[in-house]
């Protein structure tokens, strides 16, 4: 690595709006400290994050490159051109941690690709803290991300699922839009085998946390409300 080169700090976040010091570690607030160009999703909800870990940075100092969906992929390298001059540079995720279910792992490819050093925060991940509350299998597991909107693809995305789970011991993780997780609870509920596992997560880190792991059987008599709250599920059959 050159040492004349900025470095790019993988920054996490908390998973929901809670008090930022219960989750993450001083170091985080150390580099926030003495980094003014960031990398984010939501500028508004960035300076806010940067706010209440340094409420004495100045503001106006920041400098701001977003990336999103409607970032063009041909703008990335230029968001990591002040690294190039020796400026180190902060990469933001909405929630939890960057390059992980998360769009910044595009800039991460490219500072690999221009020799920049890339130094990963401890913060929380949802999909670690899941599994390791889960009781399921902790050495395979897959995070498949979002399934198929479609009712049809999704209950065959399903039972895919749960035949891997199965064949190779390995549970499977996924994620739904917050406002049709109970959906697709009743999706998961309709279609999985009655001794197949479920693991609900949800709000982790929050103080409405609630981690359970049950059979389809045992879940169809203890349904739970999970409209609009951010759920991880997995799913595993022995």
């Given amino acids: 690595m050159d ?3 900025g470095k790019l700090y993988l920054i996490p976040t908390t998973l929901g709006d809670n008090n930022p010091f219960e989750v993450l570690p001083i170091t985080v607030k150390e580099i926030i400290e003495k980094t003014d160009t960031f990398i984010v999703e939501n500028e508004k909800t960035a300076r806010r994050f940067i706010k209440k870990l340094c409420p004495n940075k100045p503001q106006p100092s920041l400098k701001l ?3 999103n969906k409607h970032t063009e992929p041909f703008d990335l390298p ?3 051109e002040p690294c190039l001059r020796g400026v180190h540079i902060g990469l933001l995720s909405e929630a939890g941690c960057p390059g992980v279910a998360d769009p910044g ?3 991460v490819k490219i500072a690999h690709a221009q020799n920049l050093k890339v130094v990963p925060l401890v913060g929380p991940s949802s999909i670690l803290m899941a599994v390791m509350s ?4 902790g050495q395979s597991f897959a995070f498949n991300g979002y399934l198929p909107i479609d009712k049809s693809e999704r209950k065959k995305e399903v039972k895919r699922l749960e035949r891997l789970s199965y064949d190779y ?3 499977q993780l996924f994620i739904e839009t ?4 109970n959906k697709m609870l009743d999706d998961l509920l309709a279609v999985l085998d009655q001794k197949t596992e479920i693991c609900i997560a949800c709000d982790i880190t929050l103080p409405t946390e609630f981690i359970k792991t049950k059979t389809v059987g045992q879940w169809k008599k203890n349904k739970v409300d999970l409209h609009k709250r951010p759920t991880l599920f997995i799913i ?3």
């Avoid at 889960?134 to 299998?137: E, V």
């Fill in 236 to 238: 595993h059959k022995n």
């Fill in 65 to 67: 490159f977003t990336l």
């Fill in 169 to 171: 011991d390995q549970s």
């Fill in 178 to 181: 917050p406002y049709r997780n």
């Fill in 134 to 137: 889960s009781g399921m299998n």
């Fill in 3 to 5: 040492k004349h080169k």
């Fill in 105 to 107: 792992a595009e800039i």
């Fill in 78 to 80: 230029s968001f990591l």
